[in-house]
């Protein structure tokens, strides 16, 4: 008995630590500012705060992977859209979008069990790139790259059934 109570007590601390995990100057926002925001969904573990403008947001070194990622772009004039690729499912069909009246879009999914392995982001095509790099499983921190198109940047892997367990963007 007192094994499980240890294995319990230990799951739990591991837990809390991942939920606080992140770039140390960041603190919780219901309303993100920064250029770029976004906000990871933790299996087992829910949303984390948001993040910007090269805070990482995720867990490293917990093997807890990202289920869903929130992007945030307050610019109300640039079109800034992402897509996921997820375990056993492959790419999204389509990019999600912000827009003038929505800033906010969302990619992966929360209630399945399908981490995401890859995030493709881009910016509207006269605005340029969006820089970053994620942490992936087994392997670490991996620079994000040419994704396919103008302006299209590619984090993580596809094909090697590695989750992403953290993020960040600029």
């Known amino acids: 008995m007192l094994k499980r109570t240890i294995r319990v007590v230990a799951a739990a601390a591991v837990t809390a630590t991942a939920v606080f995990m992140g770039a140390g100057s960041a603190s919780a926002r219901d309303n993100p500012t920064g250029t770029v925001c976004y906000q990871a ?40 859209c992402a897509r996921a690729h997820r375990s056993n499912y492959g790419w999204d069909a389509y990019y999600s979008c912000t827009s003038p009246s929505n800033r906010t879009i969302q990619v992966g999914d929360v209630n399945t069990d399908a981490p995401i392995e890859a995030v493709r982001v881009y910016l509207d095509h006269t605005t340029g790139t969006v820089d970053g790099a994620a942490h992936v499983s087994n392997i670490g921190w991996i620079d994000g790259g040419y994704g396919g198109g103008f302006g299209i940047t590619e984090l993580g892997t596809t094909g090697r059934g590695l989750p992403m367990e953290a993020l960040w963007l600029k």
């Open 41 to 80: 969904h933790l299996k087992r573990v829910g949303w984390q705060d948001w993040r910007c403008d090269g805070e990482w947001a995720g867990s490293t070194g917990q093997a807890i992977s990202i289920d869903s990622i929130r992007f945030h772009f307050p610019a109300s004039t640039i079109e800034f």
